[in-house]
């Protein structure tokens, strides 16, 4: 499957949002996001309109979604992301693999709707999985325009879990069709707590069907690696990256597009200094696939 963005890019936040219109202006950001729960359709905010007059794709990234919970996807939000979509004339939406809430309208039984406040690991079984597999198939139906789903951050496993995640995910790809928004941070801090090994993680991700890249800083707190979304990328999640850029390379695709996601901290010197280590990424990894394709070449 071909990525309908490519390139390096920056999300959307408001703090730095003349700074990604300079971008385009250079032709230097084709493609960006927005947080779908901030957005109002028919009054998007100046900036948002400005990227869309210069022709920068602009992707609606819903978080309050919750397909992974056991309630059918609300007809509502659905509805938002589906207007927003349409507004912003969007290859794709995006989500999250992931149960946010306890229940969608209250009951006798539970009178409060209990929010996390968090993108919370679902149950890698195969009953939740069958659950999961119908939302996102009421979502795709109905939001009318391609979705793809991201991997979160899981510092926690459930107990009963059937699945690893490459192969959950991959199941998922199986049995919807849906594409992913690969989090190569998300993956380095899920893998990393539960002491596997990330970069064979990557590898054995669903990666054909992988619709574009997140990638974002974080930090180490008592050995655990911490998706901040307000550090700068570590070495070993841009080691990963590179990772997965050479492999899109070596199979001759040109890899999609790489997209980072800052929430605190949220300046221009930030931003644009974590970009140069992306952009810098994928340059590296497209000069070492050519200095190998020079060394094959036979000798005259």
Not at 144 to 156: C, M, R, S, V
């Amino acid at each position: 499957m071909r990525s309908p963005v490519s390139g390096s890019s920056i999300a959307w936040r408001p703090a730095i949002s003349d700074t990604l219109v300079e971008l385009a202006d250079h032709g230097s950001l084709t493609f960006t996001e927005v947080v779908a729960e901030n957005m109002t359709p028919g009054r998007l905010p100046i900036g948002v309109q400005e990227l869309r007059s210069r022709g920068v794709v602009v992707i609606p990234h819903g978080v309050g979604l919750g397909l992974a919970g056991a309630d059918l996807p609300n007809p509502e939000r659905l509805a938002h992301l589906a207007a927003l979509a349409n507004e912003l004339e969007s290859p794709l939406v995006s989500e999250h693999i992931a149960f946010v809430r306890a229940a969608e309208s209250p009951d006798p039984a539970h009178p409060d709707v209990l929010e996390a406040g968090h993108l919370l690991p679902p149950p890698r079984t195969r009953q939740a999985l069958d659950i999961l597999c119908d939302n996102i198939s009421r979502a795709q139906d109905a939001l009318g325009t391609p979705l793809a789903l991201e991997n979160i951050a899981a510092l926690i496993g459930w107990p009963d879990d059937e699945f690893d995640e490459p192969a959950y995910l991959a199941e998922i790809v199986r049995r919807t069709g849906v594409r992913l928004v690969l989090d190569v941070a998300n993956l380095y801090a899920s893998a990393t707590a539960r002491g596997d090994d990330p970069i064979k993680d990557l590898h054995r991700f669903p990666l054909a069907h992988i619709a574009y890249v997140h990638i974002a800083g974080g930090r180490f707190r008592e050995g655990m690696y911490i998706d901040t979304h307000g550090d700068p990328m570590v070495d070993d999640v841009g080691s990963m990256l590179a990772a997965f850029v050479a492999q899109c390379r070596q199979g001759s695709q040109t890899p999609p597009g790489i997209m980072l996601e800052r929430d605190s901290d949220v300046t221009a010197a930030a931003v644009l200094a974590d970009l140069t280590t992306i952009d810098r990424i994928i340059s590296s990894a497209h000069s070492t696939r050519e200095e190998k394709s020079r060394d094959l070449e036979p000798s005259t």
